[in-house]
């Protein structure tokens, strides 16, 4: 049963445009959510997150959403650039429980 | 600098053998972990220890042993009991799971079977 949901395996866009990346959960307890970004063979990369508190988080390019009504979150990349290209992983956990990481979606940045 | 060092990098076993895999971080995180990831595959957890002298199994503990004998390591046994093996290994640490926490991931061991 997954808890967090990423259902978009793989995402291509233009450099210079905004990439989406989008993510789901089932557990209304969560209450802290996660970006990280991977490229291959190497370990994942903490990008930005949010509490349950806030509704936008923005850290440069990067922006997540989150919709507690909806259970879902989205980071939205803008710029776009090539160096983007990676797995981001969505992830969350709530008060003393282990992270719960969803499967990941490719981004493809075309120059 | 502070960080999570795995080791080996790369890691070829023969069938029917026990390999281990080193983690070590200096970051004084109380929580470590360790995933695996098989190709176009998420993350899944195996083995977690909250605190020193004590792990909890994840997901996917079959086939696998830990340790935590010292904060700042946990080492993973792939045993002979794992019937697939082969996968990219990562292990991670955290300060105790509460809001607002981020979890570091070392650069990872890939693991073959040959």
């Known amino acids: 049963d997954q808890q967090v949901k990423q259902n978009s395996p793989s995402l291509s866009v233009q450099e210079g445009r905004i990439s989406i990346l989008n993510c789901d959960y089932t557990n209304s307890m969560f209450d802290y959510f996660l970006w990280y970004k991977k490229y291959p063979a190497e370990g994942p990369t903490f990008l930005i997150s949010?509490?349950?508190?806030?509704d936008k988080n923005e850290d440069g390019r990067f922006t997540v959403f989150l919709n507690k009504s909806a259970k879902h979150l989205s980071l939205h990349i803008v710029p776009s650039q090539p160096g983007d290209s990676a797995v981001y992983f969505c992830?969350?956990?709530?008060?003393?429980?282990?992270?719960?990481f969803g499967p990941g979606t490719r981004l493809s940045v075309l120059p | 600098d502070g960080g999570i060092t795995q080791s080996p990098k790369y890691l070829f076993r023969k069938e029917g053998q026990n390999v281990t895999l080193s983690c070590e971080q200096n970051?004084?995180?109380?929580?470590m972990y360790w995933y695996r990831q098989d190709p176009g595959q998420g993350l899944r957890l195996i083995y977690y220890s909250q605190i020193v002298n004590d792990f909890q199994k994840g997901d996917i503990a079959e086939g696998y042993s830990v340790s935590r004998e010292k904060k700042e390591s946990f080492p993973l046994t792939v045993t002979s009991a794992q019937k697939n093996p082969t996968a990219f290994y990562l292990c991670?640490?955290?300060?105790?799971?509460?809001?607002?926490?981020?979890?570091?991931f070392g650069e990872g061991s890939w693991l073959t079977v040959v």
């Open positions: 992830a969350s956990h709530n008060y003393g429980q282990n992270f719960v």
């Open positions: 970051l004084n995180h109380d929580a």
């Open positions: 949010i509490s349950s508190i806030k």
């Open positions: 991670a640490s955290s300060i105790p799971v509460v809001p607002g926490n981020t979890i570091y």
